[in-house]
């Protein structure tokens, strides 16, 4: 069992108790996450700007949970994407632990509101005009707390639930997107079946060949997809699995739609114009 030591009383221009207990309620409410020691929570949202003495800001709170949250994503990503190098997994977890996504998540659940500041800050006005840096500050002083209060595990669940909407959206929409990975992690937990790609045709001489692939889940076949390489062409095909199956949004028409309004105009040729009826 871990040992949570008290965090030292903050020598900053604090809220009467009753504000403060109001403000640890409705904070607890919005991390969905209910404080042992809210001292630590008060340090947490207290800013360098309004702080006597800057160690009892939140700045060393902030120092610390950039690190859990880097352990923390780094290990979900490596979960969850057994196919990236380490180049692809670099590249997207710093997308994730950005300033600017950090900030965006604290101003969507409100924290950034609640951030005791000095006179040279903006007021509690609102999270939008509040500096980005203050906001991620704020979601990584938070962090800390909860992993300093709660552990580890703790601190895990708070991350990935507000982070792993960002995992997938900046993997689904970055060029370093793995779609075979993303395929796989999609068809083994939601299809329980794991991704087939079938080799429907190359052409071409050797030095210049093109390739069509296709995916096969369990027995249902996805629209296919050309080339230069057999691996561009599978990763092309990946790519129309997942917007097929509606992981991923498209705005143009999949090369089976396609085909299907070609079949289905081709019969209406076929069948000529409807016959005229006698009056």
């Not at 937990?189 to 001489?205: R, S």
Request: net charge negative.
């Amino acid at each position: 069992m871990e040992a949570h030591a008290p965090s030292q009383t903050p020598a900053a221009i604090s809220p009467p108790p009753s504000a403060l207990e109001e403000l640890a309620v409705q904070c607890e409410a919005m991390l969905e996450y209910r404080f042992r020691d809210h001292e630590l929570l008060k340090e947490a949202l207290t800013h360098a700007s309004i702080a006597d003495d800057r160690r009892f800001s939140n700045e060393r709170l902030e120092f610390l949970g950039d690190s859990v949250l880097g352990l923390v994503i780094c290990h979900r990503l490596f979960e969850i994407f057994p196919e990236y190098l380490e180049g692809d997994l670099t590249k997207l977890k710093s997308a994730v632990v950005s300033r600017n996504t950090c900030a965006e998540v604290a101003n969507a659940m409100g924290l950034t509101e609640l951030i005791f500041v000095g006179k040279g800050m903006t007021g509690r006005s609102g999270s939008a005009a509040r500096p980005s840096s203050l906001a991620a500050g704020a979601l990584e002083s938070i962090i800390a707390a909860i992993y300093i209060d709660g552990g580890l595990e703790a601190a895990r669940a708070f991350i990935l639930r507000h982070m792993d909407v960002y995992i997938h959206r900046f993997a689904a929409t970055t060029h370093q997107q793995n779609y075979k990975s993303l395929l796989q992690q999609h068809a083994q937990k939601a299809l329980a079946a794991t991704p087939v790609y079938e080799l429907l045709d190359e052409k071409g001489p050797d030095h210049s060949k093109v390739f069509e692939v296709r995916v096969l889940i369990n027995t249902r076949a996805f629209g296919s997809a050309w080339g230069n390489a057999k691996k561009q062409a599978e990763q092309k095909a990946a790519q129309i699995a997942l917007e097929e199956l509606g992981v991923l949004a498209r705005e143009e028409k999949l090369p089976s739609e396609v085909v299907a309004e070609a079949a289905e105009e081709n019969r209406d040729d076929a069948a000529g114009p409807p016959l005229a009826t006698e009056g």
